[in-house]
């Protein structure tokens, strides 16, 4: 380093004033004020007024800052900062300044000394946005546990520029949608705005391009490219949980695009708040935004999504055996899927139709069974989901059709599975007398035995009694 310190910080402030606007120099760099100078540690020492301007230049500008140091003051300057943590009693805290993800090569030519900036990357082209052109909007059935984050979705993808629900966070259990959706949101932008650089990865993906160009000295194209994503979307996340470099250097790329008003839409299997061994700065950020919670599909939801696909394959499958699927497939609409795919297979294998037998079959295949014994409670859970109704109105004395019946093969069906005696389960189905349950009993064992629909209804209960929840 050549020249007084002091003289070389107040040169660099200068330079900084050249690359921020007039109101930014003022509010954040004019309050900085030059404190010491270590030449053997080459260590330069700033004096912040506040912990306030301490974090937003950590934030905002310690690449510009690192850019303008190394230009003025040599490569490989440390930065520390004094800051006044109690202003009445003048006490000061000594903190390391953070070394930014981004430290270019310092380049004596003349664009640095035109600007430092991280933002002076090459002019962006044209990128393959990675996304499935399959998972739209259009076939993104909506029902009752999706209409929030689907509906939030679509005016993210309609509205990209409008910072509302920046960052977006979904998250909800595998097999839900998830995917899909993201998806959905930026082929939308696309559609919407060509122009638009969209890019779709895997959290998994993002940390292996990045371990790649550490291994290949790189990183700064890696976050360069980053940084000119106009909408970038990030699938499971939660896979970051125990990678700190990923996290750190995702957490300038994510600083750079929210600042410069970019979206960023994230998807993960669990809240933030869940998200352990996340960094604190990422989940604040994450938290800033929107998160929105996608649920299990209720059976309907699961009912529509398997008629629609039913419909676009050109398949014909009974009404009972999609109910049947519906109710056994643990609300993962990718499991509804795989029974789909594999009924298709069995009955050309089989050369049979796809009834309620061949379901019951691929089904048992399917998905894993449970051996616990089963309550009463659990046969009012899945009695009820069948019928759409709620235990509430299982218990009320109303005569409503779908009340009655819910209720009448509650108690047939607690009678058959769990052997209590006909007191009890009159007690835990609506406090009934003895009497009511074993009447109830003889109706549905004598409809069973003449209504051949109704026999299908009670086997597709029973059938979703053997699969584990
Ligand atoms: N509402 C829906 N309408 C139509 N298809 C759906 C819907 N929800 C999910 N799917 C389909 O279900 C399958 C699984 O969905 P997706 O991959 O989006 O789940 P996910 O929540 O991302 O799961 P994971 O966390 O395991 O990655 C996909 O084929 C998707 O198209």
Redesign the pocket.
Known sequence: MVGNPKILWSECLQKIRQNVSESQYKAWFKTIAFDSFSQKDKTLTLRLPSNFVYEYLEENYVDLLTKVLNFYFGDGIQLRYRVLTDMTNNISQEVEAEQPAVIDEPKKTENVNRSPSALDSATPQQIDSQLNVH?TFK?????DS?KMP?SIGLSIAEHPNKNTFNPLFLY??????????I?AIGVKIKEMYPEKRVLYVSARLFQVQYTDSVRQNRTNDFINFYQTIDALIV??IQEWMTATKTQDTFFHIFNHLFRNGKRIIL?S?RPPVELQGMNERLLTRFKCGLIAE?EK?NVQ?CVD?LN??IRRDGLTIPRNVIQFIAETANG???D??GVINSLLAYSVVYNSNIDMRLAERVIKRAVKLDNHPLTVDDILERVCSHFNVTQTNVFTKSRKHEFVIARQVSMYLAQKYTKMPASRIGKLVGGRDHSTVVHSCNLIEKRIKVDKEFQDEMISIENSFKLKK
């Open positions: 998972q076939n993104y059935i909506e029902g999706n689907r909800g259990p595998s097999g839900c949608g998830k995917t899909h959706l998806n699938d499971d998807a299997d996608l599909p939801l999504i629609c696909k993962s609409v990718r509804l899927e």
